[in-house]
């Protein structure tokens, strides 16, 4: 037998396979012992029923006769001396006693088969109770007696012994113990053929699944196990299994992306310092000059910066370890210092910036960093993509959601708007979409991902609305208490 494991590290006898060969081999040994085990006993003790009846039956027979017809000697001699003789199997004997243990009628041939004293000194200690002895000759008895009233009324107490040769009812269960022991050897060779046969059959799924994680790669995540005809608990795991694949290669495909963005947004900045520096050094320039190329690289150093602060902030918040500072934030304060800090720029571009703030006080247990870094992302690019004329408004309010009382912060304009098509997207890192004027106006397409970051951090969720010509909404909910 050759025991296939799937890891050639793994000894035999630790494999799958091995293992439930092992248990359906037991199982079925085990029941294959117990049934013919059983069916031993059943068949003994029905076999010794039927035999302590017959002589139950002997006894009432002998009983009658010498109760209802104590002179009918005939009868008697028929039942004692004749009937037995008369039977080529399962022969009985019977003896007559009288008060005196004299023998009065006795089946020829009984005092050759059994020792009559030693019957006679057993059957007085268990008068009516069959019980078993052996013969002269090693054979097997059944034997039994009791006292009989001779005549009605009873005019003396006669004693009738029986006993009845099992020797083939013995034959019968030694035949029956070496089948028994046959079909435990076959068992015991068949039961680990079949149990393998089923045990490879059962694994063969999990095998195919093992060879296609085997086949899977950073650069193959592709491959997919197919679950029809998979037992239901198998075909679930092989499910659970694609959907694992599907997000490692969505992630895979993802991080390629960021990968990308990263080398072109950090290029950008990089090159410009570069070719900065390249023109000033080609000639001699004035001191004016001089200072343009070192502002003009200081602008692009600080925007390098930004760009590296946004990416590390972006880690820092996905590790498992990070967590919020919070404290008790007057978000309608909060709100207020916001808008002061944007509304130079705002009025710079012809914007009206102001708050629509609740007349209840709205107090929340929050980080007060980083919900002013994600109120002013969203501040910032309201400003930036919205036309002079136009408006945005900081709103705070009060609700109720699934998990209790919660803090609801608008920030609505009445900008460009965002497309359709692009409202899933523009959570994802790096997305612009307009990325033209996204990398003239400086902005690396960060700015909602950050917020979506600080949003899970706070246990809460953001939600963007859009129409195309007529603005933008953005509204952030937060738990009003942190979690106990």
């Known amino acids: 037998m050759s025991w296939n494991a799937t890891s050639s590290a793994a000894p035999w006898w630790r494999t799958l396979a091995f293992r439930l060969t092992a248990s359906y081999a037991l199982a079925g040994l085990c029941l294959v012992f117990l049934a013919t085990v059983s069916l031993y006993f059943v068949l003994r003790s029905e076999l010794e029923k039927s035999i302590d009846l017959f002589l139950a039956d002997k006894l ?56 009559l004293s030693q019957l006679a000194s057993q059957i007085q200690s268990r008068p009516d109770h069959p019980f078993s002895m052996n013969g002269t000759h090693g054979q097997s008895f059944r034997v039994t007696g009791a006292p009989a009233e001779v005549g009605s009324p009873s005019t003396r107490t006669d004693t009738i012994e029986i006993a009845i040769d099992v020797s083939q009812s013995d034959a019968l269960l030694a035949r029956y113990r070496r089948w028994f022991f046959a079909i435990l050897l076959g068992a015991f060779a068949i039961f680990p053929l079949i149990g393998y046969r089923v045990a490879r059959h059962g694994i063969r799924p999990v095998e195919e699944i093992a060879n296609t994680a085997r086949h899977i790669s950073s650069t193959n995540l ?41 080398a072109h947004d950090l290029r950008t900045p990089v090159n410009n310092i570069r070719g900065e520096a390249e023109v000033a050094l080609a000639r001699a320039r004035t001191v004016d000059e001089y ?11 600080v925007r390098l910066s930004h760009l590296i602060s946004d990416l590390l902030f972006l ?12 404290e008790q934030v007057n978000v309608a304060e909060m709100l207020d210092g916001v808008r002061e800090y944007y509304e130079a720029s705002a009025e710079d571009g012809g914007i009206s910036l102001t708050t629509a703030i ?6 929340a247990e929050l980080d007060r960093t980083l919900l002013q870094r994600a109120v002013g992302n969203l501040v910032s690019n309201a400003v930036a993509h919205t036309p002079a004329g136009g408006s945005i408004v900081l709103g705070t309010a009060l609700g109720t959601g699934a998990d209790g009382s919660t ?64 603005g933008t909404r953005v509204t952030l909910r937060l738990p009003v208490s942190g979690p106990r």
């Open 60 to 115: 009432h027979v002998v009983r009658t006769l010498l109760r209802e017809r104590p002179e009918d000697w005939d009868a008697l001699r028929e039942e004692i001396e004749l009937e037995s003789a008369a039977r080529r199997y399962q022969q009985f004997y019977i003896r007559l006693l009288d008060e005196r243990d004299t023998p009065l009628l006795t089946t020829p041939g009984m005092a050759d088969q059994l020792d």
């Open 291 to 301: 200072r343009d190329v070192l502002g003009s690289c200081l602008e692009e150093a």
């Open 358 to 363: 609740a007349p209840e006080p709205v107090i």
């Open 222 to 262: 592709r491959e997919r196990i197919l679950p029809e005809g998979y037992p239901f608990e198998l075909a679930s795991l092989a499910d659970t299994f694609n959907k694992m694949l599907d997000r490692l290669e969505e992630s895979f495909e993802q991080i390629s992306r960021f990968s990308a963005d990263i």
């Open 315 to 326: 880690a820092h918040a996905e590790s498992p370890l990070s967590h919020v500072h919070r």
């Open 407 to 470: 803090v609801r912060i608008e920030v609505s304009d009445t900008g460009e708007g965002i497309p359709p098509e692009a409202l899933p997207k523009v959570f994802d890192r790096f997305y612009r979409v307009d990325a033209s004027r996204s990398q003239a106006s400086g902005g690396s397409g960060l700015g909602l991902s950050i917020v979506q970051s600080i949003m899970l951090l706070h246990g809460g969720n953001v939600e963007i609305t859009s129409q195309v010509g007529q």
